[in-house]
């Protein structure tokens, strides 16, 4: 069964069991339930769950907006500046996106916009983080519109919170009478604000993510020239050689001094070429042979593998052969001949670490390894080993997902911030420069490019679904 098949039939049964449960309370507690429902806010539709509350409406309308009127005033213009720029470049973007899935047919076309799908490209040990990143943009960017509004003197009938599908998501409710009475440029604030508070968010995280190094070291944190393992699942092939806390230094002579090495070392090992062998002479071989002919077919052995050379196979014990000198080839060894390891269930792998074994030996793909081995660049005696992993991954995901909803949004698309953002562009430069023009005219010119940007942003995320739904099928 295919990782879309099993996301599509999860997340079904999770809607039919919600609906189910509000058709059935409905009909055995009556109006008590309606009621219960309306007095929260709450709302229960096909495929979405809705909370709606007045309790915020009083918050941004008291005393700090007033007080920082100017400043408010002055950080929002910038914002308006910036979500014109962003409306603009956000086109580009999409037209290159879509211009450069036709011209490279490859995978990496549709790098640029990427959909995460929790359970198919997005790990199930992220999804939490992932979905609890999203709510937190989601909640900055309403915050935005909401401080922005209340400056210019426009109230909230409400704000919410809401589920589609499977992702979160918050919304203010503003009083649509109030913002017509607005002039262009203070729209333009209001609805550029979402935006910009994005991009002031994931420059933060960006400038937070960046400095981790030297803020963890005044946690207690130490960052040496390798990684440290901070849990190992309990599939993983070397569950019961090493342990939390363990540094791994390199893999097959490959250093490793942090995650992105660790990952190189082990894609690398991939390259047959780059495969080290060790010098064996008869001496060594008789003393090391297996009395397992593990070289034939459906032979294994615990200890040894097979080792293979210009003068044939041998089954010797692989951690002892892996003490003797390195060699690429024959010319390497002043004795014996270069063995190469020969395994018809993977690559061999030596990790030197830092448990009482000081080396640990693996047969079989590496990606297990990468997936199974939990790591971190720092270390600490004090403090929880994963907490820098845990601000790293919470950063990355705030620039990504951040970075994403200002893109996404700045779009003039029908039903995102960029439609009323080139409204209210439109009415401002037109009203700049003193030309009397129809609004018809404006009104017209504003639905060609909404219609050319929603149907350009309809067909890159369709490309960027389909190359998912391909990649994972």
């Known amino acids: 069964m295919s990782q879309i098949f099993q996301l599509i039939l999860r997340v079904s049964s999770f809607w039919f069991l919600v609906n189910f449960i509000h058709i059935l309370l409905t009909k055995l507690l009556g109006e008590k339930y309606n009621f ?27 005393g700090f907006v007033w007080r920082y009127s100017s400043k408010i005033a002055l950080w929002f213009t910038c914002g308006a500046y910036f979500g014109i720029i962003a409306m603009f470049s956000s086109i580009l973007i999409l037209m290159y996106t879509f211009i450069y899935s036709f011209v490279k047919e490859s995978e990496d076309s549709s790098k640029i916009l990427t959909p995460v799908v929790p359970g198919v490209n997005l790990p199930n040990s992220q999804i939490i983080p992932y979905l609890l990143t999203l709510l937190i943009s989601g909640i900055f960017h309403e915050y935005g519109h909401a401080l922005a509004a209340a400056r210019e003197g426009v109230s909230m009938y409400g704000s919410g919170l809401f589920m ?25 604030r209001i609805f550029c604000a979402g935006v910009w508070h994005n991009c002031i968010m994931m420059v933060g995280a960006y400038v937070i993510w960046t400095s981790l190094p030297f803020t963890l070291f005044f946690l207690g944190y130490t960052k040496e020239h390798a990684v440290t393992v901070t849990a190992v699942d309990p599939g993983s092939a070397l569950f019961n050689q ?3 806390g363990t540094k791994i230094y390199s893999v097959n002579d490959c250093p490793v001094i942090d995650k992105v090495s660790w990952g190189q070392c082990l ?8 495969l080290k062998g060790n010098c064996l002479d008869e001496s060594i071989i008789s003393e090391l042979k297996s009395n397992t002919d593990c070289c034939k077919e459906g032979v294994t052995s615990p200890k040894s593998i097979c ?28 004795v014996g ?57 919470f950063m990355i995901y705030i620039v990504s997902l951040s970075g994403a909803l200002a893109i996404f949004n700045a ?63």
């Open 337 to 393: 001949h270069c063995y190469r390891p020969h395994s018809k269930e993977g690559f061999l792998l030596q990790l030197v670490h830092s448990s009482s074994d000081d080396t640990a030996l693996f047969i079989g793909d590496p990606s297990h390894l990468y997936y199974t081995i939990h790591l971190s660049d720092y270390s600490s005696k004090w403090f929880w080993s994963q907490l820098p992993n845990c601000i790293e991954m």
């Open 307 to 334: 080792f293979n050379s210009t003068a044939g196979t041998q089954c010797v014990y692989a951690r002892r052969t892996l003490d003797q000198l390195n060699c690429t080839s024959d010319r390497d060894c002043s």
């Open 164 to 188: 589609f599908l499977i992702y979160p998501a918050a919304f203010v409710d503003l009083n649509t009478e109030a913002l017509k009475r607005c002039d262009a440029f203070q729209r333009l």
């Open 242 to 244: 090493i342990y939390s």
């Open 411 to 473: 779009v003039p698309a029908f039903y995102l911030d960029g439609q009323h953002m080139l409204d209210a562009f439109l009415e401002f430069i037109i009203g700049q420069s003193g030309r009397r023009v129809s609004a018809g005219l404006i009104s017209n010119l504003s639905f060609v490019i909404q219609l050319f940007s929603t149907v350009l942003i309809a067909v890159n995320v369709l490309n960027a679904f389909v190359s998912v739904c391909v990649m994972y099928k």
């Open 267 to 274: 894609w690398g090992s991939y390259d047959k070429t780059l």
């Open 36 to 62: 219960y429902l309306s007095r929260n806010g709450i709302f229960v539709k096909f495929v979405q769950l809705q909370w709606h509350t007045k309790r915020f409406n009083s918050t941004l309308s008291q």
